[in-house]
């Protein structure tokens, strides 16, 4: 089923985006695969910010023992940042890990597939976004896959593996391959809104941010219930605040546009929210305060 020896060939991967999800993905590819790593944002701040983050989550794994000095040291000497597509170096593989957005995912797939040796390998990390669509704007579609990490990614060890329509064999059993590599256990989904995880968390998101809409629960008592009623670790209103509420909005309405059910449609409330600017942790608030955590 997998291409060991494609997936063995592969040394160097570009990472699309700094934020939260590139950064993660970047730093399993350079500390678990030993690829050398180059991360590409437009943004020389969120390149800082982000290096900074790998950099304290290296520090505190080897403050628990979890790893060496030297093997810190090793990491951060594979990875490199550039502010572009055109200053890019050769990539055998890249992982773009932008924000849900097709239109801008379609245009660095249209850039990245004019740079990169026709042979390279394009994973895009959607959560929700046709596999098949992203790819009809590469220079070879067949070369397009979707790659699904899980955040946050050094500790979640799932990766959905998502083909699109034009995906050859070749590309997935490397994607598979790569995915191992990286110590991940891989699961397969067809291309459809949403694929397996967001097809069924997303909607039980939303549904609890309804239920706080209506005034069914306190957000305190909600999370509860789901987190020693059902076993969940976590709430999912406080899950939907890690996520990012605008990310969970972005994929409801992706759920909602392709698949025409009124079932999908977004929660008022978590509209509400992206406007007023409580897109979660990562803003310092969102269902809830994390103001004093910053």
């Known amino acids: 089923m997998m291409s060991s020896n494609s997936a063995n060939t592969i040394k160097r991967m570009c990472v699309v985006g700094a934020g939260q999800m590139g950064i993660g993905i970047g730093l399993v590819a350079a500390r678990v695969a030993k690829l050398d790593v180059q991360f590409i944002d437009s943004s020389p701040a969120q390149l800082e910010k982000g290096l900074a983050f790998l950099d304290k989550l290296l520090v505190k794994d080897v403050a628990r ?23 890019m170096a ?27 040796p026709l042979d390279a390998i394009l994973a895009t990390n959607t959560s929700s976004i046709s596999i098949t669509k992203i790819a009809s704007a590469a220079r070879r579609p ?4 979707g790659m699904h990490f899980m955040n946050p990614v050094p500790v979640m060890k799932l990766v959905e593996i998502i083909p699109g329509l034009q995906t050859s064999k070749e590309t997935l059993d490397t994607t598979l ?7 991940k256990t891989t699961t397969m989904s067809q291309d459809v809104p949403g694929f397996i ?24 008592d909600i999370d509860t219930t789901m987190k020693l009623g059902t076993n969940n670790p976590m709430g999912p209103l406080t899950l939907a605040d890690f996520i990012g509420l605008d990310t969970c909005l972005a ?6 546009t392709e698949l025409g059910d009124s079932k999908y ?16 942790v990562k803003s310092g608030k969102g269902i809830y305060d994390y103001s004093s955590k910053n």
């Open 65 to 87: 023992g979890r790893c060496t000095e030297d093997e810190r040291a090793d990491v951060k000497s594979r990875i490199s940042t550039v502010t572009s597509i055109g200053e």
């Open 197 to 220: 995880a967001n097809r069924l968390l997303m909607p039980y998101i939303n549904e609890a941010v309804i239920a706080l809409q209506e005034g069914i629960a306190t957000k305190e």
């Open 142 to 145: 067949e070369n397009v896959i």
């Open 265 to 280: 449609r977004p929660a008022v409330l978590l509209q509400k929210y992206v406007d007023a600017g409580w897109l979660g």
């Open 90 to 116: 050769g990539a055998d593989f890249v992982v773009e890990a932008v924000s849900e957005n097709v239109e801008l995912k379609r245009r660095i797939f249209t850039e990245l597939s004019e740079k990169l």
């Open 251 to 256: 994929i409801m309405k992706v759920l909602h």
């Open 177 to 183: 391959g790569l995915a191992q590599r990286m110590g």
